[in-house]
């Protein structure tokens, strides 16, 4: 399982009782994806001012304990630490660097950082959490995701996002010959320099197919949810650092009506779906939107048929359902993968490690 550093209360910079001196506030907490499990052992976390969330100021060690549901974080800087816009990192080890994401190094805690807030305005800062990713692509720049800190989970990284960003990496690596590369992979990588044509449902905050854009060159994502969804999706669409002839935007999509005029219209070649088959009882029309998108096309012939990659992390039985509805739409499973997520049980604590398991379909 991963866990989140989170901000229960965002940072804020205020006069202290001394004339020179500044306190900085927040509250954090460290959670599962979902927020229904708290991280059950002891860690240390670093916290890390920066001016400019570049420039480091000021660094504080502190320490999470099993048991703990919030860790209250205060500190002092001097005036000179305190200009500017500042932004603060919250992580498991020393600096700011990008935390790893790779299928074989998985984070088993996610680093954090807020937006920017400053002393002039006496402000705390936006409502809004950062993560960064290194990829470990050569040449790809960290991935710039952020979150909301609300209650609302549809707009948090979740781990199957992870996984399957992961996994995707991989596929992309270049396969040494003679292997014969498998149907994902040919997708991925074409002959010819047509765009890869790219719908993500229920895409949160867009984290998977913005990924994918950033690491591979000539990819075209469509990223849809809900229209509350639209404004982070937005924000990171907009701040997005895409590879080269790639592009993203994004749509208000809702399973339980008609497909959007802009969609119909479209033809794509894969369709990503990460973490949405929770909800036993939104499958039926998560399926049903899939049908509609894909349409009757038969995988092989001339042009192969759109291809639907789907990332979940089982989280209860009614979950299984969502293959038999996918049967009997016709869809058949064409690949399997799967990624192993961190084991908490570290130190033999009775806890097996999670899985994200990945399907493609075709039709």
């Known amino acids: 399982m991963v866990f989140y550093i989170r901000f229960l209360k965002v940072p804020k910079i205020s006069p202290s009782n001394t004339t020179s001196a500044f306190t900085v506030k927040t509250t954090i907490t460290l959670t599962s994806d979902l927020g229904d499990e708290f991280l059950a ?12 969330g570049v420039t480091p ?8 304990q099993a048991g ?3 860790l209250p974080l205060e500190f002092y800087v001097n005036r000179t630490n305190a200009a500017g816009l500042l932004r603060l990192c919250v992580s498991g080890f020393g600096g700011n660097a990008p935390d790893q994401l790779s299928a074989t190094c998985m984070p088993e805690l996610v680093s954090a950082w807020s937006g920017p807030f400053s002393l002039s305005d006496s402000r705390e800062a936006p ?7 290194d990829l470990v692509i050569s040449g790809c720049t960290a991935l710039s995701i952020w979150e909301e800190t609300g209650e609302s989970i549809a707009r948090h990284i979740w781990d199957a996002s992870l996984g399957l960003v992961a996994q995707l990496r991989v596929l992309l690596l270049p396969q040494p010959p003679p292997a014969t590369p498998s149907p994902l992979r040919r997708l991925l990588h074409p002959s010819g320099s047509t765009p890869l044509r790219v719908l993500e449902l229920g895409a949160g905050c867009g984290i998977v197919g913005l990924a994918l854009a950033q690491m591979r060159s000539n990819t075209h994502v469509t990223l849809t949810d809900l229209p509350e969804a ?15 002839g790639s592009q993203a935007e994004h749509l208000p999509l809702d399973w339980d009506v008609e497909l959007p005029e802009s969609v119909q219209e479209r033809r794509f070649d894969l369709v990503l779906v990460s973490d949405c088959t ?15 998108v894909v349409g009757g096309e038969d995988v092989g012939g001339e ?3 759109v291809m639907v990659l789907v990332a979940m992390k ?5 979950e299984k359902v969502f293959f038999e509805l996918m049967a009997r739409a016709g869809f058949v499973v064409m690949e399997r993968w799967s990624v192993g997520l961190p084991d908490e049980a570290r130190g033999g604590q009775g806890r097996s490690a999670d899985v994200v398991e990945m399907y493609a379909f075709g039709r």
């Not at 052992?41 to 400019?52: I, S, Y």
């Not at 929770?278 to 509609?292: F, K």
């Not at 089982?314 to 009614?318: L, M």
């Open 41 to 52: 052992q002891d860690v240390e976390l670093f916290a890390q001012l920066a001016r400019d």
């Open 57 to 64: 100021t000021l660094a504080h060690r502190t320490k999470w």
């Open 68 to 70: 703990m549901r919030a």
């Open 127 to 133: 409502r809004r959490i950062e993560r960064r990713f």
């Open 230 to 244: 639209m404004e982070i999706l937005a924000l990171n669409t907009s701040a997005a650092c895409l590879a080269s």
């Open 278 to 292: 929770y909800n036993a009882d939104s499958l039926p029309a998560l399926v049903g939107t899939l049908g509609a």
């Open 303 to 305: 042009e192969e048929g």
């Open 314 to 318: 089982v989280r209860h039985e009614s």
